[in-house]
């Protein structure tokens, strides 16, 4: 992977990607190879699996998703991270937010001058 | 099947990981540790080729280590980077060359060396044993000076004494600055 080629995939990624491991587990209680693997499906999302750890770690810190370790019916014990309250509000804001910024993006990039709405 | 816990591999990959992210603290760092250990062993690779490619796809340690210090406010890359970095190199050259100025110039050497251990234990970007390190091979130049000078009555100090406290002062701090050089650097 050539350094300046990831340059801006990984500039997005670090405003969004926490959203998106919360989005991921808005249904059920997902644990960490199940995660990472559904996020590196998309290739823009994450280049190195293992980065996804550090991540998880820290919205576990700011309270935004909970582990707990359950039995595997095969292989070890799986570590499961759930959405807690405050990561469901936090990703409720983003999908809010998210549009509006999405489409200011499209604007600047397709109509500069903003001369037409 | 558990073949993958204590393989040369995965003991490998996760010794990497670790050497990368000294400056994380350890129960930062153990949390990585056993999640990527986790990762491997829940990901069931079965030969050396799928633990292979388990690996590759968790990506080089040192970029999985850049991400967990970038997460990190205070060790992390982003803050310690900022406001430690551009004090990296006047630290440790400071430290390098209060050897030859105590030679030189005692008290100029003095003032040189405690600015240096100032800056140095003040500074984000050293663990407390490099810091330890730094402070060993700054502070080893005047304690040899100072028994120098009382062993000095007694025994006359030839050339070749002179020498060996001119390389002492002169290379012992520069090894210490080297190594702090190193630390920083990722």
Not at chain 2, 140 to 155: E, I, N
Request: net charge negative.
């Amino acid at each position: 992977m050539n350094e300046a080629g990831d340059r801006v995939p990984s500039q997005l990624r670090k405003g969004v990607l926490e959203y998106c491991v919360l989005a991921l587990l808005r249904d059920e209680p997902k644990y960490g190879v199940e995660l990472v693997t559904e996020l590196s499906a998309v290739s823009v999302m994450t280049t190195s699996q293992g980065t996804i750890y550090p991540l998880l770690s820290r919205l576990r810190r700011e309270g935004l998703v909970d582990t707990e370790l359950r039995d595997s019916p095969s292989g070890p014990p799986r570590r499961y991270y759930t959405l807690t309250g405050t990561g469901r509000a936090s990703l409720a804001e983003f999908a809010q937010a998210w549009p509006l910024f999405r489409d200011a993006v499209d604007h600047f990039l397709t109509d500069p001058q903003g001369d037409s709405a | 099947m558990n073949t993958t816990d204590h393989h040369p591999l995965v003991t490998a990959y996760l010794d990497d990981v670790a050497r990368e992210t000294a400056e994380l603290p350890a129960e930062r760092r153990a949390e990585l540790l056993a999640d990527l250990r986790e990762h491997i062993e829940v990901s069931g690779a079965e030969n050396d080729e799928q633990l292979r490619a388990v690996l590759a796809e968790l990506g080089e340690p040192r970029t999985v280590a850049a991400s967990a210090l970038a997460e990190e406010p205070s060790a992390g890359a982003a803050g310690a980077a900022a406001h430690g970095a551009g004090r990296t190199k006047p630290t440790a050259i400071l430290l390098g060359v209060s050897g030859v100025l105590l030679v030189l110039n005692p008290y100029v050497g003095a003032i040189a060396l405690i600015v240096a251990l100032v800056l140095l234990w003040g500074a984000p970007q050293w663990g407390s044993r490099q810091k330890l390190v730094g402070t060993a091979t700054g502070v080893a130049v005047p304690v040899v000076a100072f028994l120098g000078a009382l062993l000095g009555d007694a025994s006359r100090i030839g050339p070749m004494e002179v020498l060996l406290i001119l390389v002492f002062s002169l290379g012992v701090p520069v090894l210490g600055a080297a190594l702090l050089m190193r630390a920083v650097r990722r």
